[in-house]
């Protein structure tokens, strides 16, 4: 989950550079408004502003039940991985057991359940691997609508030209007077309370 969200980052940092270059490419000029917590660029202007994504991450209350939901089906596909495997091995360590005493044809019978056992597990592995990741995907997708939506609604009488999420490793220097987390992690918490 952790390199989804890292993925996720790197996306719209990407499309922010874009962005960026695409309007100032064009810009001859760029300068500050003092308050507003706005940047102004180019005759027209824009104010930007930004949030902590690892704040919302650990204060937005709908994300941290999404992650828990995420993280109780992880620890339960492991449970159940973890069974299919013990069942294995005690059939396995049986076989050594026994393995001399049993005629050829027992013993290729004993290996070819074996063999199937293995390739159910790995088949099932497999399975429960791409449902997390596909339900992991549309779980955080709609955490980042909720956050869209609620940001469009946020954005109606602040007028913003941009708002990005802060992700360290893309953040060199960031003015915390354009940090709209509060205000974000509030609103959205107010919207999407935390489930009694």
Known sequence: MKNFITGLSVATAIGVAVLFYLHFSSAKSVSTVAGSS????????????????????????????VRASLQLKDQSNAKQLNELKNVFTN????????????????????QQEL??????????????????????????????????DYLKE?????????????????????DSAYNITDDLVKGLNKLYPKKQ
């Open 38 to 65: 706005a940047v102004s660029a180019g005759a027209g202007g824009f104010k930007i502003a930004y949030f902590e994504s690892d704040s919302i991450q650990n204060n937005f209350e709908y994300f941290k039940e």
């Open 91 to 110: 059939k396995y360590q049986e076989l050594q057991r026994v393995g001399q005493s049993l005629s050829q044809a027992e013993l290729a019978s004993k």
């Open 115 to 148: 063999v199937q056992m293995e390739r159910t597990y790995q088949g099932k592995e497999q399975m429960m691997a791409q449902e997390m990741q596909d339900e992991s995907f549309k779980k955080l997708q709609d955490v980042k609508k909720k956050i869209e």
């Open 154 to 174: 946020y954005n109606k009488d602040k007028g913003y030209a941009y708002v990005f999420s802060s992700a360290p490793e893309f953040m060199y220097l960031k």
